[in-house]
């Protein structure tokens, strides 16, 4: 018996991996020689590969591609009918498949729906991409992005709650119970003693 599970109407391709618990709804397709962690959920009308990454415990919600180039770690949520590109000058009449762009998002990371990932970009850890931007650039680690094309707005924490810095440059989360530094346009994190 299998340990995840595939809808009656969706297609799994030779050489998938699937870990336990993940679940694979309507309409979607896995294409051969990707690799998709536990605890995962793809909704209605998604495609994924060939040769695709995915870590555990991603939430990939309905109407998305994630094409070969592309590569999530864990707990990433991406919303509905995000597009993933994965060549920069595409032309219907010439074969670019020697040229695409490999698109990294990093643990944590939250994507709105209608978001547009233009290739070649790492989008950093727990950072929010709010819907419909468009990501033309890396993004910074618990960076806040918005627009078209992106830019960043703020910076989050790893609850996903806007962060506003002191004097001190100093921010704290109440949910997590972490301290947050800005040093240098950059966040890191520092673990409150209890």
């Known amino acids: ?30 294409l051969s020689n990707s690799v998709i962690g536990k605890n995962c959920s793809f909704g209605q009308n998604c495609v994924v590969g060939p040769n695709v990454r995915i870590g555990n415990n991603v939430k990939v919600q309905n109407n998305i591609s994630i094409y070969e180039g592309v590569e999530i770690e864990d ?11 994965n060549v920069i000058n595409p032309r219907s009449f010439i074969v670019r498949k020697q040229e ?3 698109t990294f998002i990093k643990r944590g990371a939250s994507i709105g729906a209608n978001s547009t990932i233009i290739c070649g970009n790492i989008i950093g ?21 918005i627009g078209n094309p992106g830019y960043q707005v703020g910076w989050v924490s790893k609850a996903g709650h806007k962060l506003e810095f002191n004097s001190e440059h100093l921010a704290s989360c109440f949910e997590t119970n972490e301290i947050y530094k800005l040093v240098e346009d950059t966040v890191s994190v520092i673990v409150k003693e209890d």
């Open 75 to 85: 707990d990433v949520f991406i919303g509905p009918s995000v597009v993933f590109t």
């Open 125 to 145: 850890q727990y950072a929010l991409i709010g819907a419909g931007t468009v990501v033309t650039k890396d993004v910074p680690d618990y960076a806040l992005i």
């Open 1 to 30: 018996m299998s340990k995840f599970f595939v809808h009656e109407s969706s297609y799994i391709d030779a050489n998938v991996i699937i870990g336990a618990h993940t679940k694979v709804w309507h309409f979607s397709h896995i």
């Open 100 to 102: 695409f762009k490999e």
